[in-house]
């Protein structure tokens, strides 16, 4: 459990920063990141502190859909946004182009590294994965339908509110997939296996 622990809080700082720097990229950004670009141009409440925000709401549609959080999901939505700013923090604004383009594709690598570390930990699902997988336990609807709906409807909403929508957007939509199927079994800690009890055990507790 220790090591579960350990490798899901590396993970989870990680992803702040991986999001930090696609931010900084300035190029486009993931679709829940748009959204959080554009409510922060509105209400300037800082992007790490709405990460939080909205990991939260996200929790409360877990209620209708019966999905219980886990310990890391609670990490999670407290953890993420503070390393984002963390992340701002360290890295400037206003670069030359080719720096933010690396940035940017540096960026989308330590997420896939990040991503792999925090659910090979196995301590619970993000807010925003759990709710795609919520929605697809409760309608039946497929993975990759319920994640086009949720991405294209926060994608749009974060449009609107005047996120930054790019060519980095598409990149981190063709990419993100591929590069986490090849991460998550590589960084997964294996389980341990349920004990078993014995016979001789087994008819001690029955007695």
């Not at 919520?134 to 449009?159: K, S």
């Amino acid at each position: 459990m220790t090591r579960r622990l350990i490798q899901l809080l590396i993970g989870l700082f990680l992803y702040g920063i991986a999001i930090a720097l696609m931010v900084r990229g300035a190029i486009g950004v993931a679709p829940w990141d748009v959204l959080t670009q554009g409510i922060d141009g509105h209400t300037h409440l800082g992007f790490g502190l709405l990460t939080v925000i909205l990991s939260g709401v996200v929790l409360l549609f877990w209620i209708p859909l019966r999905q219980k959080p886990g310990a890391g999901t609670v990490i999670n939505a407290l953890l993420v946004g503070p390393s984002v700013d963390v992340g701002l923090w360290l890295v400037p604004a206003g670069l030359d182009l080719w720096l933010r383009a690396l940035l940017f594709a540096a960026g989308v690598l330590l997420l896939a590294v990040a991503t792999g570390l925090y659910i090979g930990a196995h301590l619970g699902p993000g807010p925003r994965d759990g709710l795609m997988t919520g929605l697809h336990r409760r309608t039946g609807w497929p993975i990759w339908i319920v994640r086009t709906g949720i991405e294209g409807t926060v994608l749009a909403l974060g449009w609107v509110l005047g996120g930054n929508v790019g060519i980095g957007t598409v990149l981190f939509a063709a990419l993100v997939g591929p590069l986490c199927q090849w991460t998550i079994p590589r960084l997964a800690l294996p389980l341990p296996a349920p004990r078993t009890p014995s016979p001789a055990s087994t008819l001690a507790e029955a007695r």
